[in-house]
């Protein structure tokens, strides 16, 4: 399966769970995150939600009754980042108990493993991804014409 060589042997750190359900359960909510990505596929790097997924689960499959439980299954599920405005609900699920200090922790350490990785929490002068239009792009030169 492609999805899966791509996390196995071409060492992806970040992808993007899906809108649809597998068996029922949305795949920003579904188990196999974890179970399969994580631990099969040895994944230790980000997931995020798709544009309106977090908002799929209350208004599309109505899998949850509010954003509040949407988010707090989410980040249960192992997803980091979201592309919907997520902190309202983040937040008013730490403040109910539907989530934990460390179930944040435990999604943002993903997140911060892969920055890490790229040099987004150091000086410009030390990564070399930095410098990247900086100049004239060296496919755009005479050479490679």
């Known amino acids: 399966m ?3 060589r791509g996390i196995e042997e071409g060492g992806s750190r970040a992808f993007m769970a899906s809108y649809n359900k597998v068996n029922g359960v949305p795949r920003a909510v579904n188990p196999i ?11 230790d790097g980000i997931i995020c939600t798709d544009g309106g997924a977090m908002r799929q689960l209350v208004t599309e499959h109505k899998y949850f ?7 707090a299954a989410v980040v249960r599920a192992g997803i980091g980042q ?3 405005d ?12 539907l989530l934990t200090e460390g179930d944040v922790d435990k999604v943002l350490r993903t997140d911060f493993r892969v ?3 790229l040099g987004l ?9 930095s410098r990247i239009g900086e100049g004239p792009e060296p496919w755009l030169s005479d050479e490679h014409r």
Request: glycine share 2%.
């Open 2 to 4: 492609p999805f899966r």
């Open 33 to 43: 995150l974890e179970t399969v990505a994580r631990r099969e596929w040895d994944n």
């Open 65 to 71: 009754p509010d954003f509040e439980h949407a988010a």
């Open 82 to 84: 979201f592309l919907d």
């Open 86 to 97: 997520y902190r309202e609900p983040v937040n008013a699920a730490l403040k109910d108990g």
């Open 115 to 117: 920055m890490i990785r």
């Open 121 to 129: 929490l150091d000086p410009p002068s030390m990564v070399s991804y």
